[in-house]
């Protein structure tokens, strides 16, 4: 099964945070943003920009590589 190519899109994660993050952002610059905004809001935690490089699920297979193919290491 070839791989599918999906648009990439960011998260800003916490590992001390509460629930799993749940907005894409669609570029790195306002996932920063919401970081930020977050890290001020609750002071002491980190935030993470965090960006997906494959997906598999599981049932029916699926793979998806996320980003472009000059992105990917060449070995």
């Known amino acids: 099964m070839a ?10 994660w916490s590992p001390t945070g ?14 920063e943003r919401e970081a930020e905004r977050m890290a001020n809001r609750f002071p002491g935690k980190d935030f ?3 960006a997906p490089t494959y997906r598999v699920g599981i049932g029916v297979t699926v793979r998806e590589r996320f980003g472009d193919d ?3 290491v060449p070995f």
């Open 3 to 12: 791989d599918q190519l999906q648009t990439p899109f960011f998260l800003v």
């Open 48 to 50: 993470y920009v965090v």
């Open 70 to 72: 000059d992105d990917m």
């Open 18 to 31: 509460e629930t799993p993050p749940r907005k894409r952002w669609p570029n790195q610059m306002e996932a």
